[in-house]
Structures are given as C-alpha cells and as structure tokens.
C-alpha cells in the first residue's frame, strides 16, 4: 500500500488504495525507517532511527550521518549506500543520501 509523507494512505480518486512497487516500495520503507524512533515497535526493537544520539547538541556531523546510514541499510532492499551527507544550520538539520537498490535502482532523499 502506498503511504504519504504524513504518513496516510493514498486512496485513487477511483476511491481505491494505491500500491507501490520496486524502487517506489524500497523508498517508502526507508522513509518509515527513518521516521521511526528506534525501540518504539516491540516486536522488532532494532528498527528504525536512534534520534537520540542524532538530537544531541555535541553530535558531530559524522556520527549523524553513520546513524542514518544504518538505519537505511535495516531495509534489506539496498545494496550500498553511495552517499550521505548532514549539514546544520541554526536549528536545522538536513540529511541528503543517495542509496541503490538490489536491483540496480538509485534512490535520493
């Protein structure tokens, strides 16, 4: 099923739920990954993103980056992680990475 960057699902204007496949598929599951605070699912506590260590105001760039890494590689679709890039400003953080896919397919967020 396909789901929004809220976080809803989409429903056609046919008033069926949309789907996702592939690549789409892939980058939607990183997307929940990284939304995800790690240990708030029981049944898997390994998953998702340790915003703990990423909110840290003494955090450096690098460990920031390494903690998005792993996070995206905890979707068994992607092959490597070409790219990964944190940069603050002020209050804000903002990650770009570029990762491929088992198959072939370049993901960039």
């Given at each position: ?54 909110l840290k105001e003494d955090t450096d760039l690098q460990s920031i980056e390494e903690e998005y890494r792993e996070s995206i590689y905890q979707e068994t679709g992607i092959s490597m992680v070409e790219e ?26």
């Amino acid at each position: 099923m396909k789901i929004d960057e809220t976080g809803d699902l989409v429903i056609g204007e046919d008033g069926i739920l949309e789907t996702v496949s592939g690549a789409e598929t892939t980058a939607q599951n990183i997307r929940m990954t990284l939304k995800a605070e790690k240990e708030d699912f029981p049944l898997v506590p390994g998953h998702g993103t340790n915003y703990e260590t990423i909110l840290k105001e003494d955090t450096d760039l690098q460990s920031i980056e390494e903690e998005y890494r792993e996070s995206i590689y905890q979707e068994t679709g992607i092959s490597m992680v070409e790219e990964i890039k944190a940069k603050k400003e002020n209050r804000e953080l903002r990650v770009t990475f570029r990762a491929v896919t088992k198959e072939g397919e370049t993901i960039e967020s």
